[in-house]
């Protein structure tokens, strides 16, 4: 089983940064794929950001050029710096993580971290 653990959320003002953390803890062999998404109340969530397994990333049009994801695969640590943010940024972040446990190397399961808000005010 893994855990994923949230972190770095909080408010700012528009045009402010913040940056994500994700720290992923259990059994884990090898990182799949990470992503980050966002939900607003009353929407369904998003897909922010992706990186694959060998560190190819892809985002959302709305967040090109003002997020990065991230990855430590030493630290089981997935990260999503968000800059120039606005208050079309303001919902709740959820990390997602895919990893296959020790011993079954082709098996990739999805993890998903708690959410945590993130509120962008003008």
């Known amino acids: 089983q893994v855990q994923l653990a949230e972190s770095g959320g909080g408010s700012v003002q528009a045009g402010g940064s913040l940056k994500l953390s994700c720290v992923a803890s259990?059994?884990?062999?090898?990182?799949?794929?990470t992503a980050w998404y966002r939900q607003v109340p009353g929407k369904e969530r998003d897909l922010v950001a992706t990186?694959?397994?060998?560190?190819?990333?892809t985002y959302t049009d709305s967040v090109k050029g003002r997020f990065t994801i991230s990855r430590d695969t030493a630290k089981n640590t997935l990260y999503l710096e968000m800059n120039s943010l606005t208050t079309e940024d303001t919902a709740v972040y959820y990390c997602?993580?895919?990893?296959?446990?020790?011993?079954?190397?082709?098996?990739?399961?999805?993890?998903w971290g708690q959410g945590m808000q993130v509120t962008v005010s003008s």
């Open positions: 990186m694959g397994e060998y560190g190819t990333t």
């Open positions: 259990g059994n884990i062999d090898r990182t799949c794929e």
């Open positions: 997602r993580a895919d990893f296959a446990p020790y011993g079954r190397p082709t098996l990739c399961h999805i993890y």
